[in-house]
């Protein structure tokens, strides 16, 4: 890539016989830049003679003055730029400058003397000369020659053509790609394959250049026309071209209307004549510019054609032609300004090289032919881009087997041959599309007997978990029901002693609480121990009376507060305070059972819908994905097995509870047994005490009633109360009427523990039937469990 700013040069026209000549001046250093400066005299003004001059100097390249000859601005202009189109870059040459001023001089040349001879002939020359030099690759040239006018474009070098006016040439128009590449429409590009035929190829396009100007249209100076030389090169074998072309432009005057004559104050700018050399200059100025993205080409035709010579991929080099007499000194100023900005404009060119398909195909062509050779050679066998009947058998057996090899490590071996490779792949392609239906047809199957299987667990684990709360369902309800019975057997007794006597509830109610507390799902004691419970329950009727009898209710408040006092209270109600807090706990882990079993219940459902799901989408878009094993139903598996875990979890704790729980009952009940049994005694020694001094009662203000025991007992067994209990009501007269809640305060009666002095009896014979009952009751309980005081 060559970056580089537009090269500008400078020729001034010799003067004519009758042109004055301006004051001008040229600085030619060798090393640097040249200047051109342009001296603008001060004419007479109002008669006086004004002495003021005004310069102006321009910078260039090189400066080629009047003497210059054709050949020297060939050589240092022209020259540079053949060569570099002859290595592959676009190049372009263009004259500016007002009409008259030497562009067509410079560029085509003179049509007198050969030595005249411009630009144009001394380039085809060289470049004919350099491509016959050099044999080292092909070259193809062709020529075209474009004349620009009123924005119209004209082939000049449409050979058939007898054209009297430039409207007669075929119409030249511009075409552009997407990559915004100009392509000229109608532009007849014509091979030139020596100098000769080229510089006909020119002459031929002058002629018609020439015949169509007439002093009424001033072609020439109104017009723009572009020669071009396209040349392409290859190297011999390579598919690679080189193209390139160069641009030799001759402009349009570039007179302008002027608004200011040379002796006005100040040189101003003024419009172009031409419109096309307008936009132009407003793409030099846009070029000239930093930052500038738009630059407007497409203003006109010359412009576009002209796109790449102008900030683009070419070599551009600009000619102002200058004519500077006294007359034209503006106009020279005005060419000096344009070149000034043109030289601001940097262009990158780069190689124009593109591969041609065809001389590709030939040599890919030729490269395989190679390489089938070299095959041949190495496997010593010609292959043909068909396999054989025998090898398609071979191929065909090879890949049964490997479909039928379990072993995961098997592989299928047919060779370096990509024939065969491309063969496989089909083949199993062919297979997998075959049994694609009746694979759908299997997974359906598949999907369906894991559903069967896994609904078959299902049900097992649903019927066992059935089985287990139907178990404990019927528990439950043999409990209740047995506390039903009790309880009705409890209240018959009870009426049956009522019917005679009262008692009291305490102890009922005390017990009661656990009956209650049993009935709860977690609890299953035994039937034969629900019911010895109970019944001790029933035969406690001294306790369980519920009748206001003065009687009883001495004995339960005697009771009540020998419980108080009791040590085995405390155990009682710690034990009984822990069954309650074991009941409850046995309660929250049913319920949580039962939470964890809808849960699993729950995950399994989830399973069936995935396994639904991936039969569905099985059948809809087969992949080998739904073959493997569905992450989804892992993990929903693990979540069952640890919800089982913590089911069998509970399930041992709510066991263990259960044993817990009957321990505490048992417990319980000795406790109570023991209370009673401590009461008792308790009781029938201060009965005994009360017999032996019955003064002491007798004597006392308060109504004490006695039991009236004819024979005292250490014990209070089944069997003195039997034999020698018997209550008689007329020995004690009084006790009818005497309560232990009588008035007077300072009664003892409610410490019966400490003290052995006041003890609430009653006289009452139903009252004392009652207790013989109670008693009886007790050591029937206590007999069959063992525990009764023999
Ligand atoms: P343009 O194309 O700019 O209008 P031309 O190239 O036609 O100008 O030149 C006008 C006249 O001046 C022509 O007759 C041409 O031969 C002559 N002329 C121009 N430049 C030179 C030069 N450097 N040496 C001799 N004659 C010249
Ligand atoms: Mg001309």
């Known amino acids: 890539m060559v970056k580089e700013t537009i090269r500008v040069y400078a020729r001034v026209k010799p003067l004519g016989r009758r042109q004055q000549a301006g004051i001008y001046s040229v600085d030619d250093d060798e090393k640097s830049l040249s200047s051109l400066e342009i001296i603008v005299p001060r004419d007479l003004a109002d008669g006086f003679v004004n002495n003021k001059r005004e310069s102006y100097k321009f910078k260039f390249q090189k400066i080629f003055d009047q003497e210059a000859k054709q050949d020297v601005v060939f050589d240092n202009i022209a020259k540079p730029v053949a060569e570099c189109v002859l290595a592959g870059y676009n190049g372009t040459i263009f004259a500016y400058g007002q009409t008259g001023s030497g562009k067509t001089f410079t560029i085509t040349g003179g049509a007198e003397r050969y030595s005249d001879r411009g630009i144009i002939p001394r380039t085809l020359s060289y470049i ?48 552009e790609d997407p990559d915004q590449n100009i392509h000229l429409k109608n532009l007849s590009l014509q091979q030139a394959t020596n100098e000769e035929e080229a510089l006909n190829l020119l002459f031929l396009g002058d002629t018609n250049r020439m015949i169509a100007e007439t002093p009424m249209n001033q072609a020439s100076s109104r017009s723009h026309c572009i020669f071009t030389i396209h040349i392409s090169s290859k190297e011999p074998g390579s598919a690679t071209i080189r193209r390139s072309k160069l641009h030799l432009v001759d402009l349009a005057g570039s007179e302008r209307v002027a608004k200011t004559g040379v002796g006005g104050h100040l040189l101003t700018e003024a419009k172009y004549i031409n419109l096309s050399l307008h936009y132009l200059e407003q793409v030099i100025i846009a070029l000239a510019e930093k930052n500038r993205s738009h630059i407007p080409y497409r203003n006109s035709m010359m412009t576009s054609v002209l796109r790449d010579s102008l900030g683009g991929n070419c070599m551009t080099t600009m000619i102002a032609t200058l004519s500077i007499d006294r007359r034209n000194i ?16 940097k262009n990158e060119a780069i190689l ?7 001389l590709m195909i030939v040599k890919l062509k030729k490269e395989i032919q190679e390489l089938k050779d070299e095959l041949v050679l190495v496997t010593g066998k010609q292959r043909t881009s068909e396999l054989s009947q025998e090898e398609l058998l071979q191929l065909d057996e090879l890949i049964e087997t490997f479909l039928e090899d379990n072993d995961p490590n098997s592989t299928l071996d047919v060779g370096a041959d990509m024939r065969k490779i491309k063969y496989c792949f089909i083949h199993l392609k062919q297979l997998m599309n075959d049994s694609k239906i009746s694979d759908k047809k299997l997974l359906l199957q598949h999907n369906s007997e894991e559903k069967d299987t896994n609904k078959e667990v299902g049900e097992e684990e649903l019927k066992k978990l059935k089985e287990l709360l139907q178990q404990r369902d019927n528990e439950i309800n043999i409990l209740v029901n047995m506390l039903k019975k009790e309880k009705k057997r409890a209240q018959e007794a009870l009426f049956q002693l009522n019917s005679a006597s009262a008692g009291s509830t305490v102890l009922e109610q005390s017990l009661c609480v656990n009956l209650e507390e049993g009935q709860s799902p977690a609890s299953s004691f035994s039937l034969k121990e629900a019911k ?41 109600e710690d034990n009984k305070e822990l069954l309650k807090q074991r009941f409850a706990e046995a309660k929250c882990l049913g319920e949580k059972l039962n939470e964890v079993r809808s849960k699993i219940n729950h995950l399994k459902g989830e399973i069936t819908q995935r396994h639904i799901q991936r039969a569905v989408l099985a ?11 569905d992450p989804v139903e ?28 009957e321990h505490l009952q048992l417990l319980m009940e000795k406790a109570k047994m023991k209370l009673q049994k401590d009461f008792e005694v308790w009781w029938s020694e201060e009965a005994q005490n009360l017999q032996e001094k019955p003064e002491m009662v007798s004597s006392s203000n308060i109504m004490t009633v006695y039991p009236q025991l004819r024979k005292p007992s250490q014990h209070l067994s089944i069997n003195s109360f039997s034999e020698t209990t018997r209550v008689s009501p007329s020995e004690d007269p009084a006790g009818k009427n005497n309560s232990i809640t009588s008035s007077n305060p300072i009664s003892k009666t409610r410490t019966p523990a400490s003290s052995s002095t006041s003890i609430p009896l009653t006289g009452d014979s139903q009252a004392d039937a009652d207790i013989l009952a109670f008693m009886k009751a007790r050591q029937n309980i206590l007999q069959k469990k063992g525990l009764g005081n023999k």
């Open 128 to 175: 004919f000369d350099q491509l016959q030099k050099d044999s080292s690759k092909v070259y193809t040239t062709h020529v075209s020659y474009l004349e620009i006018y009123n924005e119209c474009g004209y082939d000049l070098l449409n050979p058939r053509h007898e054209a009297s006016r430039l409207e007669d040439l075929p119409k030249v128009t511009i075409m």
């Open 330 to 345: 503006e106009e020279s100023i005005s060419t000096c300004r344009f070149a000034q900005r043109v030289a601001l404009i």
């Open 352 to 358: 124009n090289e593109e591969i041609d398909p065809t």
């Open 532 to 572: 010895d419970f109970s019944s001790s329950v029933h035969r406690l009727p001294f306790l369980s009376r519920q009748t206001e009898g003065k009687m009883s209710l001495g004995c339960q408040e005697a009771f009540e507060v020998f419980k108080q006092d009791h040590a085995d209270s405390i155990t009682i």
């Open 619 to 629: 059948v809809s878009s087969p992949s080998e994905e739904l073959n493997t094993l």
């Open 634 to 661: 892992e993990q929903l598996r693990t979540q069952i097995e640890e919800e089982k875990k913590s089911y069998k979890i509970m399930f041992n704790r709510l066991k263990g509870l259960k044993v817990e729980i």
